[in-house]
């Protein structure tokens, strides 16, 4: 019979069982529900294994892309490694090789590092002394020789204040990761995509943005940055020599509290609503605050665009335990 | 043939699930049970509850209907608003008078579950 590797313990399969009904056997809690391939509740990621196409049917690409499957759809011929859902924990060593500030609170920082990853996906952090934060990846694997991370300083944040004050170049770190679905895969058809972004979610989307351009993505590409005043954009002629590079790319800033001709002075959310009715057919990218991606998120899904087509990352703030 | 199939199976799911979500996200009877953070999470229960309600392969049950509804208080309102939201997603869709009237059956045979009475 053949095997499934799950984590750390590897065991065989009986008869006709599925890989969810024999991790369940075996002791493992994975969620599920239907146990017919609807409810997409014991989706599973799969190393290197070619997944029939049931277990992956109504799945968004990204989701394919990093091996995601249904678990309760396949019964294994082959051996078979698996992992959950949050993705492989793969650590790496790291090298801070540049430190730039952006504006007054945002910090860019270079890291070397061998590990493999998609523009728009994210790491954990860890320094010296333990401390470990999540960060999206700003850079494009393949291109751009380094890894690329936006950072914000918090006045109590002990893992910003660190890199700010302390970390300095050649200080090392280790990666954890990289984890999550936004990301861009290209599209049979062209299409229109809309990236939001508010504060340090514009991070992943500049690496995501590059990296659907040099894809050679079709269609439109539009990109929105909201803030709370005018000082708080960072990367603009970034984005502007890239819009004067790309006849396809476009992008605005919006802000509560504006004092320049070129930012829109609004609130993102009547904004959108207003301007962007019908997203049927868009793809559709939101990074930033929870509340930012939540909101959004319903937005553009009431607008048109489909569940499957709006790929999200939101930013939890750190709670010490 | 059952009904799921002539419907379409997985497909009709997948081409009902984001229909019917819109319609009872804007739904001011029942809105505020769906208005979830985790959108896909609420996404995933409302394709089971269309695959149990289109006669598709599940593993739902009278006691989960029970479980899963419990201390929400719903009312007759309440499972009437998402019935209706129910139908107007499958006349979007085209499906035949008749089919509908099963579908709806479907769910009146688990009306008490859901309402916990």
């Known amino acids: 019979m053949p095997s499934i590797t799950f984590g750390e313990s590897t065991f065989d399969t009986q008869d006709d069982e599925t890989v969810l009904d024999a991790l369940l056997r075996n002791g493992h809690e994975i969620a599920n529900g239907c146990r017919a391939g609807v409810c997409q509740s014991c989706l599973l990621i799969a190393k290197e294994v070619a997944l029939p196409a049931n277990a992956t049917s109504g799945l968004s690409d990204s989701q394919k892309a990093i091996g995601a499957f249904k678990s309760c759809c396949v019964v294994p011929s082959t051996d078979i490694e698996v992992q959950s859902a949050d993705g492989a924990i793969e650590s790496h060593k790291a090298t801070i090789v540049e430190k730039t500030s952006l504006n007054d609170a945002v910090i860019r920082v270079r890291l070397q590092s061998d590990v493999n990853y998609r523009a728009g996906q994210y790491v954990s952090l860890q320094n010296d002394a333990k401390l470990m934060r999540s960060y999206s990846i700003a850079s494009v694997s393949g291109t751009d020789k380094y890894l690329e991370f936006h950072i914000r300083r918090y006045p109590n944040g002990q893992f910003s204040n660190w890199i ?80 004067d590079e790309n006849s396809n790319f476009s992008f605005e800033r919006v802000a509560l509290q504006s004092t320049d001709a070129d930012i829109k002075q609004a609130d993102i959310y009547e904004h959108i609503r207003s301007d962007y009715t019908q997203l049927k057919g868009y793809r559709v990218y939101i990074c930033g605050g929870e509340n930012f991606v939540k909101k959004l998120k319903k937005q553009c899904f009431l607008a048109g665009a489909n569940m499957q087509d709006i790929f999200s990352d939101s930013f939890l703030s750190f709670t010490p335990n | 043939m059952s009904i799921y199939e002539q419907i379409g199976g997985a497909g009709a799911v997948d081409a009902a699930v984001d229909i019917f979500y819109r319609k009872v996200l804007v739904d001011d009877r029942i809105s505020d049970f769906f208005d979830t953070v985790d959108m896909d999470g609420q996404r995933a229960k409302q394709k089971a509850f269309l695959t149990m309600a289109f006669g598709g392969p599940n593993d739902y049950t009278g006691k989960d209907m029970r479980e899963a509804h419990k201390g929400m208080n719903l009312t007759e309102e309440h499972f009437n608003a998402v019935a209706e939201n129910l139908v107007a997603t499958l006349k979007e869709l085209n499906v035949s008078e008749d089919i509908i009237n099963s579908i709806v059956e479907v769910c009146l045979s688990v009306k008490d579950d859901v309402l916990n009475v």
Do not use: W
């Open chain 1, 164 to 243: 700010y004050s302390a970390a300095s170049i050649g200080s090392e770190l280790i990666l954890q990761g990289p984890s999550g679905t936004c990301f861009y895969t290209p599209t049979d058809a062209p299409s229109n995509l809309l990236m939001l972004a508010s504060g340090t979610g514009l991070a992943p989307m500049h690496g995501i943005i590059r990296d659907a351009l040099l894809q050679q993505h079709q269609g439109n590409i539009h990109l929105i940055i909201a803030a709370k005043t005018s000082d708080d954009f960072y990367y603009v002629d970034e984005l502007k020599t890239l819009s």
